[in-house]
């Protein structure tokens, strides 16, 4: 497997606190994305990122925040987090040119 | 935006039958990408699709891209316990990398 790990793993937090998760790699790839996965839903696009402070919205940014200050790390983070933020997070990166997606384990976050 | 769509949804098949998942996009697609997510498990890359009209096969997968670039294909022949999960395809168009997902086709196989 790529070398990619995300955490926590398991995180269950209170609604209206913020929540950041974190996603490293030691691939030195370029592209890191951030996904949610939810049931019916396949897999969908929160935000990602094509070089050190190059970031762009995904499909369902809202209420969710990202940073990337050095190659190895993106942070995603939940300003204030909902109870519809509760979901898998995957992060997942990949090379120049559009090649394959590693993804990490996954992140299950529960927002009571 | 761009939009990826899977269909069916789910599908229960016996071991041995065969197996189609198809992928729609509602923009031209640069590449196609394919993945396989096991139960409890992430997303593992199984192959990427470039040339309009293309077609590549693993073992007892076949996949295809369409002549326009809108739309694949994933065939699975004389299905095996082993080829449960969801499959997932996955395309960049345009301009940036995204990378968007479709819905995903959950396979159950019955013994």
């Not at chain 1, 790990?5 to 606190?17: A, D, F, I, L, Y």
Request: glycine share 10%; hydrophobic share 25%.
């Amino acid at each position: 497997d790529a070398g990619i790990t995300q955490s926590p793993r398991h995180k269950v937090t209170e609604t209206g606190t913020p929540v950041t998760l974190r996603c490293h790699q030691t691939e030195n790839h370029r592209y890191m994305y951030w996904y949610r996965q939810d049931p019916g839903h396949g897999l969908r696009l929160i935000h990602y990122s094509y070089g050190v402070k190059d970031t762009d919205k995904g499909e369902v940014s809202d209420g969710y925040s990202v940073s990337r200050s050095k190659t190895e790390d993106f942070l995603l983070t939940l300003e204030s987090a909902t109870s519809s933020q509760t979901s898998v997070y995957f992060c997942a990166i990949s090379g120049y040119g559009g090649t394959e997606a590693f993804f990490g384990q996954g992140t299950r976050l529960t927002v009571v | 935006g761009q939009q990826v769509m899977q269909i069916p949804q789910y599908q229960h098949v016996q071991e041995g039958e065969d197996f189609t998942t198809y992928c729609n996009s509602s923009t031209t697609l640069s590449n196609i990408q394919w993945y396989k997510q096991r139960p409890g498990g992430h997303p593992v890359f199984l192959i990427q699709l470039v040339k309009s009209g293309e077609v590549k096969k693993q073992k007892r997968l076949t996949f295809q891209f369409g002549e326009a670039k809108k739309n694949s294909s994933l065939h699975i022949t004389a299905t095996q316990t082993t080829d449960v999960g969801t499959y997932f395809c996955a395309g960049r168009g345009g301009a940036t990398n995204k990378l968007i997902f479709g819905t995903g086709t959950l396979l159950a196989v019955q013994p």
